[in-house]
């Protein structure tokens, strides 16, 4: 072999060598989506008309699947209920990433998730955001019909005014806040597991039943209704039930507990066992976009973490200190922290030996 045979073959070998090291490395096809996905929530918490949005767009059909409590959203899922997207209270989520329930979320399909604010990222409960998506967040205070009342309600503990029997309100599905509350009308801890200050709670829930009303009972989803009507004078609430309630009657008040309001957060998780982790992952995405976050916010009547969105909320809403509460405000109230799994149990026996108890009178 001639010496410009051998050289012409050594620089045809070097430029093959070289057009594959700069080769760029080929991108990972992404999964095929779905054809639909398992929304499971609270009812009509998120707007129909955002569902359909997304469909539109990606041709995923929502299937939108309710819940109660949240304590049955975690019952169904340790059963292996498959759901794809959970919405899920900030106080369950690392209970459920320990227990091995939520999968881990791959947030190269989520970048707009850089839209939410430091605020509420990397929170205790979930250092990192390994297994959630920060949804909304508010207050859980007291709703009041201003004209029905004898005198100011300034307290928790003014649902326990015998005046108002028959006319309070609770929302079944909220064991935790109805506990907390209790707990804070005695001064303690909205999240004691000291077993005489739950003994307590437990014995002040009793001598309420019989004088109380479920909410669930009137609507579902909002407590306005039963405000509006009289039915109800005095209940545990949130910012959108006033909000919806003015609609119908402009004397629904909100009062936030001179013993403190309890302070909540909504989060959306993917469980394990979804088969469509990545679909999942780009819907997150789509309710995370600037737009799509306000028109929630807009709809549904709660405060969204979710900074980018907050120039095209309602002025009005976005103002308003129910929803977006004064940071004066945000230092009384008290969040409602997780539990050991020796006082979960304790709040479980609580809540069966209140809901096994005589039932609300009927009136």
Not at 65 to 89: C, K, P, T
Not at 120 to 136: E, H, I, M, Q, T
């Amino acid at each position: 072999m001639t010496l410009r045979l051998t050289l012409l073959i050594n620089l045809v070998l070097f430029w093959l060598v070289a057009c594959q090291a700069v080769s760029p490395t080929p991108t990972p096809t992404p999964p095929p989506l779905a054809d639909e996905l398992i929304f499971y929530n609270w009812e009509e918490d998120l707007p129909q008309s955002v569902l359909e949005a997304f469909t539109r767009e990606s041709g995923v059909k929502v299937n939108y699947l309710v819940y109660e409590s949240q304590e049955e959203a975690i019952d169904n899922m340790r059963a292996g209920q498959v759901y794809d997207v959970v919405v899920m209270e900030s106080r369950f989520v690392g209970l459920l990433a320990r227990e091995k329930l939520l999968a881990e979320i791959n947030y190269q399909h989520v970048p707009n998730f850089k839209n939410i604010s430091a605020n509420f990222r990397d929170l205790a409960y979930d250092p990192g955001n390994k297994y959630s998506v920060p949804y909304n967040w508010g207050f859980t205070a007291l709703i009041v019909r201003s004209d029905l009342v004898e005198a100011p309600v300034t307290r928790w503990a003014d649902l326990w005014d015998p005046r108002y029997a028959g006319r309070v309100g609770l929302w079944r599905g909220q064991p935790r806040e109805a506990i907390a509350l209790t707990l804070k009308s005695l001064g303690y801890s909205a999240s004691s597991e000291n077993p005489a200050e739950l003994a307590a709670a437990l014995d002040k829930l009793l001598a309420l039943k019989p004088h109380l009303r479920f909410l669930e009972d009137y609507d579902p989803a909002n407590a306005g209704p039963a405000l509006a009507s009289g039915e109800i004078v005095i209940a545990m609430g949130y910012a959108s039930d006033v909000l919806m309630g003015r609609e119908l009657n402009p004397a629904i008040t909100y009062v936030l507990p001179q013993e403190g309001a309890l302070l909540w957060g909504d989060n959306f998780v993917i469980p394990a066992n979804s088969p469509h982790p990545y679909t999942a992952e780009l819907f997150l995405n789509f309710l995370q976009r600037p737009e799509i976050n306000a028109q929630v916010a807009n709809e549904n009547l709660y405060a969204t973490p979710n900074e980018a969105a907050y120039p095209l909320i309602n002025p009005d809403l976005r103002n308003n200190p129910l929803v977006f509460p004064s940071n004066e405000d945000l230092k009384k109230a008290e969040i409602i922290l997780p539990l050991s799994p020796e006082g979960q149990k304790l709040y479980d026996q609580i809540w069966q030996r209140f809901m096994d108890a005589a039932p609300p009178e009927k009136r």
